[in-house]
């Protein structure tokens, strides 16, 4: 079950890789509004038709128009993903209206969210949710629009759940989000059992379950605004303390005095808070030194980090690109770090630049970058950590998929620290086999899959003489792997292949990359 699952997990993100987030979010969000459309006609959903048409059009013209005047003021580049996000996401939070009031309460609302962006902000990036502020601040205030959560209703119960799945699958997130949702019925259904006792009244468990999941905003907070990763904490047991505080302030909404209660938006915002005490981090410069292949197909980029940037071996970064007609995947991708903690300020990324005939606006991009160039990484994320104990490891590279071991065999050289380390590092030749040399200095055990063999091999480096590495393979070269940590970094197809194998290791973590 485990094997299956797992490899499910990786072929899915396979697919899902070839689009960026905002994308993604997008097309979701607007299928889940078009949606919404048709069964307005049928009386499903709260909104009438009309409503629902006219309320949309303000939310996405006021934060489009806000959006792309501050971020022309700020020689930022203008991204319309962002600002129909942020609309569609109030359209299905907010109530909607054809009144002069409702509409101006909407447009109040959707400015504030966008200004929010920037003026609630730590080095660039925002603090709270931005559809969250919005709607708390018109709610709190009553000027003119209120948070209704009509999307909370069992018309849409399963549109939400299938579509927030697929955005929950493509971030990683399935897990933190189903803490949020455990513990925001469990605590909705405590709450209503509470106050039917108060109340001298009956009290149908399955009835307060059905309420908690099927008529309530839960799938679509979680989903789609606790999920967001600009707000989120770096470290996965830091997300599950945000979802839990968050789930627990949905579920049993306190009052502030007879003003207004932590319920559902505001709730969030509490989170979001948590999330940045976690981590205070920042968007951090990186002023590009040079470039060199390391591979006939493989580029390394060294940078100079301007600010505080902190990471750890193993985690990866953000870097942001600006572009003329960004492709489908925007201006953002995730690089793992080549480099060790100890290196900085000096800080490496590489990525694979060959063999694509029609390569990506923002692969264009990068590879049109000089030396002096600054970019922006907007944050350090991932759970791609070794173990504090001394257990051995089983490290699994597919290609540029070394970088991140590169990272932490390097720091763990740096700190004259020494652990039981196997890596088996895969490539399609031996040319293409990056980071040698600082691999080598490290005394790591290296088990080589290539078609050739490759020339001159350290001594504690075999070659598994072009074995094909499937599950069996992995386990013929590591048949310890039921004692080891095994850790394995390539695309997703691959670590599906070698599940059965992985799954009898001690524990697993995973990091799929699915290209640029």
């Given at each position: 079950?485990i094997?299956?699952f797992?490899?499910?997990?990786?072929r899915?993100?396979?697919v899902?890789?070839g689009?960026?987030?905002?994308?993604l979010?997008?097309?979701?969000?607007?299928t889940?509004?078009a949606l919404?459309?048709?069964?307005?006609?049928?009386?499903?959903v709260?909104?009438?038709?009309?409503?629902?048409?006219?309320?949309f059009?303000?939310?996405?013209?006021?934060i489009?128009v806000?959006?792309?005047?501050?971020?022309?003021?700020?020689r930022?580049?203008?991204r319309?993903?962002?600002?129909?996000?942020?609309?569609?996401?109030?359209?299905?939070v907010?109530?909607?209206?054809?009144?002069p009031?409702a509409?101006?309460?909407l447009a109040?609302a959707?400015?504030?969210?966008?200004?929010s962006?920037?003026?609630?902000?730590w080095?660039?990036?925002?603090?709270?949710?931005p559809?969250a502020?919005?709607?708390a601040v018109?709610?709190?205030?009553?000027?003119?629009?209120?948070?209704?959560?009509?999307?909370?209703?069992?018309?849409?119960?399963?549109?939400v759940?299938?579509?927030?799945?697929?955005?929950?699958?493509?971030?990683?997130?399935?897990?933190?989000?189903?803490v949020?949702?455990l513990?925001?019925?469990?605590?909705s259904?405590?709450?209503?059992?509470?106050?039917a006792?108060?109340n001298a009244?009956?009290?149908?468990?399955?009835?307060?379950?059905?309420l908690?999941?099927?008529?309530?905003?839960?799938?679509?907070?979680?989903?789609f605004?606790?999920?967001?990763?600009?707000?989120?904490?770096?470290?996965?047991?830091?997300q599950?303390?945000v979802?839990?505080?968050v789930?627990?302030?949905?579920g049993?909404?306190?009052?502030?005095g007879?003003?207004f209660?932590?319920?559902q938006?505001?709730?969030l915002?509490?989170?979001?808070?948590l999330?940045?005490?976690?981590?205070?981090?920042g968007?951090?410069r990186?002023?590009?030194e040079?470039?060199?292949?390391?591979t006939?197909?493989a580029?390394?980029?060294?940078?100079?980090?301007r600010?505080?940037?902190?990471?750890?071996?193993?985690?990866?970064?953000e870097l942001?690109?600006?572009?003329?007609r960004?492709d489908?995947?925007?201006t953002?991708?995730?690089?793992?770090?080549?480099?060790?903690?100890?290196?900085l300020?000096?800080l490496?990324?590489a990525?694979k630049?060959?063999?694509q005939k029609?390569?990506?606006?923002?692969?264009?991009a990068?590879a049109?970058?000089?030396?002096?160039?600054?970019?922006?990484?907007?944050?350090?994320w991932g759970d791609?950590i070794?173990?504090?104990?001394?257990?051995p490891v089983?490290m699994?590279?597919?290609?540029?998929?070394v970088t991140p071991?590169?990272?932490?065999l390097?720091q763990?050289q740096?700190?004259?620290?020494t652990r039981?380390?196997?890596?088996?590092?895969?490539?399609s030749?031996?040319?293409e086999?990056?980071?040698?040399?600082?691999?080598a200095?490290?005394?790591a055990?290296v088990?080589v899959?290539?078609?050739?063999q490759?020339a001159?091999?350290?001594?504690?480096?075999s070659?598994?003489?072009g074995?094909?590495?499937d599950?069996?393979?992995?386990?013929?070269v590591?048949?310890?792997i039921?004692?080891r940590?095994?850790?394995?970094?390539?695309?997703?197809?691959?670590?599906?292949?070698?599940?059965?194998?992985?799954?009898?290791?001690?524990?697993?973590?995973?990091?799929a990359?699915?290209?640029?």
């Amino acid at each position: 079950m485990i094997t299956s699952f797992t490899a499910a997990r990786q072929r899915v993100l396979a697919v899902l890789g070839g689009i960026s987030m905002y994308r993604l979010v997008l097309f979701s969000l607007l299928t889940l509004a078009a949606l919404a459309l048709v069964l307005s006609f049928f009386d499903l959903v709260a909104p009438d038709p009309l409503a629902l048409v006219a309320s949309f059009g303000v939310l996405a013209v006021v934060i489009s128009v806000v959006d792309a005047v501050v971020q022309r003021l700020l020689r930022l580049p203008w991204r319309i993903e962002s600002s129909l996000v942020t609309a569609l996401i109030l359209l299905f939070v907010l109530q909607s209206g054809l009144t002069p009031a409702a509409l101006g309460g909407l447009a109040l609302a959707g400015a504030l969210a966008s200004i929010s962006k920037y003026v609630i902000a730590w080095r660039g990036r925002h603090i709270l949710n931005p559809a969250a502020f919005g709607a708390a601040v018109v709610t709190i205030a009553g000027l003119g629009t209120f948070s209704a959560w009509w999307v909370g209703t069992p018309a849409l119960a399963v549109p939400v759940l299938l579509l927030g799945l697929v955005v929950l699958w493509r971030t990683e997130k399935v897990r933190v989000i189903l803490v949020f949702l455990l513990i925001a019925v469990g605590v909705s259904v405590v709450r209503q059992s509470i106050l039917a006792q108060q109340n001298a009244l009956d009290f149908d468990a399955l009835q307060a379950l059905s309420l908690a999941v099927l008529q309530s905003p839960y799938l679509f907070l979680g989903a789609f605004m606790l999920s967001e990763p600009l707000t989120m904490p770096p470290r996965r047991w830091q997300q599950f303390s945000v979802a839990a505080l968050v789930g627990v302030l949905a579920g049993w909404p306190i009052m502030i005095g007879d003003l207004f209660s932590l319920g559902q938006e505001r709730a969030l915002l509490v989170g979001n808070l948590l999330a940045f005490a976690f981590a205070v981090r920042g968007s951090v410069r990186l002023t590009l030194e040079k470039r060199e292949f390391v591979t006939p197909t493989a580029q390394e980029l060294t940078f100079r980090a301007r600010g505080r940037l902190k990471f750890l071996p193993g985690q990866y970064l953000e870097l942001d690109v600006p572009h003329r007609r960004p492709d489908a995947r925007g201006t953002r991708r995730e690089f793992s770090i080549v480099s060790a903690p100890g290196d900085l300020p000096t800080l490496r990324i590489a990525y694979k630049d060959g063999g694509q005939k029609h390569p990506s606006s923002y692969k264009r991009a990068l590879a049109a970058a000089e030396p002096g160039a600054t970019l922006a990484v907007t944050g350090t994320w991932g759970d791609f950590i070794l173990p504090r104990s001394e257990a051995p490891v089983l490290m699994v590279a597919a290609g540029i998929g070394v970088t991140p071991f590169v990272s932490q065999l390097r720091q763990l050289q740096l700190s004259g620290l020494t652990r039981d380390v196997v890596l088996v590092y895969v490539a399609s030749e031996a040319s293409e086999l990056a980071f040698r040399d600082e691999l080598a200095a490290t005394g790591a055990r290296v088990i080589v899959f290539t078609r050739d063999q490759p020339a001159d091999l350290p001594a504690h480096w075999s070659w598994a003489r072009g074995v094909r590495l499937d599950a069996e393979g992995l386990e013929r070269v590591v048949p310890d792997i039921g004692s080891r940590h095994a850790y394995i970094s390539g695309p997703p197809r691959l670590i599906a292949d070698l599940a059965p194998a992985l799954q009898k290791a001690h524990s697993l973590t995973t990091d799929a990359f699915a290209g640029y």
